[in-house]
């Protein structure tokens, strides 16, 4: 059988592998000059391979349709690609918030694994031609592939194309189109996992480039006093706003969270963070009474240094509206606890998402109601198969949207 696969990110390269393993002729079309760019800047350019987690929990960690990948799951699992990269010969470890990372730190490695196994399987790679439609016959069968160069022939199509995030390493949402044009839905295109605009500049300016870790964050829908999302661990000051794992895992939520443009742009969108989540109030106020003690002389301005990185102290000065100049022992009870509030409650107010090019994944795409969620086939036209980030599917930070594109293209590209 004639397989062609279109698209060379990791969903279209399993798809690519698994087709080949068994016993299919395999054409990868990329219009890119080489396969897997975008993998080469997942994690940083280290690849955050998958998960550790149990392939039970992958579901939770997947708001964006994830029980449409509940099959995809149980026939390839983290275990799987794990096995994968071993069997090319690079190991794999494990990092906080169940991360799995090559040993090498390398994003390259990961690709090398796929290119190899590309290599030794045969599979006919063809770089730098852009696919413009899929040819059907009457029966709505798939026929061929029409690129800018050639017509191609296939009895099987995978369309693995990505989403319009990252448009530099080839996503740009041309597989939309495509699928499109064959009679498919395309889902609202919006941006997830992707950094936020907030609306104090000042705070931007002052706050830029500060990275905390191990902190507790929310975001609140203030018109209704409603957490739509926590979580705890690391983020990132911008100069436009606020970035890092948590802050991108929340824009997953924040993303389909009702009326949410009309909420920002109405100021009731508020990230909330405790910059102190292990303390409790009491062990709060002990620890700054201690510190104020050991720097009764010094003005308030200078007697936070233990407590907090230099740069968040002076925007956490100004929202307590304590004068600065003011001596430790002068400092009031009262003030005190508005310090501690302030701590426990630093907020800023969230303005927007940024644009969809700076996203890490795309929410929406191929509607999964026209999708066999055990073949990954089209409802619509047989012999057309989706993988990856096309599908309307997409989770969280940690591995879990390249483990949606190894098991959505093993699926894909298995035979049934």
Do not use: W
Not at 105 to 128: M, P, R, S, W
Not at 195 to 201: A, F, I, R, V
Not at 344 to 362: G, L, M, Q, S, V
């Amino acid at each position: 059988m004639k397989v062609v696969v279109i698209g060379g990110g990791p969903a279209g390269m399993m798809s690519a592998i698994t087709a080949a393993k068994e016993g299919n002729e395999v054409t990868i079309i990329e219009k890119m000059d080489s396969l897997g760019k975008k993998l080469l800047i997942t994690g940083k350019g280290r690849c955050n391979i998958t998960s550790s987690l149990d392939m039970a929990d992958f579901i939770k960690n997947i708001p964006g349709n994830g029980m449409f990948l509940y099959s995809s799951f149980q026939r390839f699992t983290n275990q799987d690609i794990i096995n994968f990269l071993n069997e090319q010969g690079l190991k794999v470890k494990e990092e906080r918030g169940n991360r799995i990372f090559p040993v090498t730190d390398k994003a390259q490695d990961v690709l090398n694994c796929f290119l190899k196994k590309l290599k030794e399987l045969h599979v006919h790679t063809i770089l730098g031609e852009k696919v413009e439609k899929i040819i059907t016959d009457e029966g709505k069968n798939v026929k061929s592939v029409k690129t800018n160069k050639q017509n191609i022939l296939a009895d099987k199509i995978i369309l693995a194309t990505g989403g319009k995030s990252y448009p530099t390493t080839g996503s740009r949402g041309d597989g939309y189109k495509i699928a499109k044009d064959l009679g498919h839905t395309i889902t609202t295109i919006k941006p997830s996992l992707v950094p936020l605009e907030t609306y104090d500049d000042e705070k931007n300016k002052s706050l830029q480039g500060l990275s905390l870790k191990n902190v507790k964050i929310q975001f609140i829908d203030k018109t209704k006093n409603k957490i739509i999302y926590e979580d705890f661990g690391e983020m990132l000051f911008t100069h436009f706003g606020v970035s890092g794992p948590t802050i991108l895992s929340g824009s997953a939520h924040l993303i389909r969270y009702k009326n949410i443009d009309e909420l920002l742009k109405e100021h009731n969108i508020i990230l909330k963070i405790d910059l102190k989540p292990a303390l409790s109030i009491e062990q709060l106020n002990n620890r700054i009474l201690r510190d104020f003690s050991e720097e009764k002389n010094k003005q308030f301005k200078n007697s936070l240094d233990k407590l907090l990185p230099k740069k968040i102290i002076e925007p956490v000065i100004k929202e307590t509206e304590i004068n600065p100049q003011k001596q430790v022992n002068m400092v009031t009870k009262e003030e005190r606890e508005k310090l501690i509030k302030i701590l426990k409650n630093f907020e800023i107010t969230i303005k927007t998402f940024r644009p969809i090019e700076e996203a890490i994944i795309t929410s929406g795409g191929i509607s999964i109601k026209e999708i066999n969620p055990k073949t990954m086939e089209s409802k619509l036209i047989k012999g057309l198969y989706f993988a990856g980030e096309i599908i309307d599917v997409d989770g969280y930070t940690g591995g879990f949207n390249l483990q949606i594109a190894y098991s959505t293209g093993y699926v894909a590209g298995s035979d049934f």
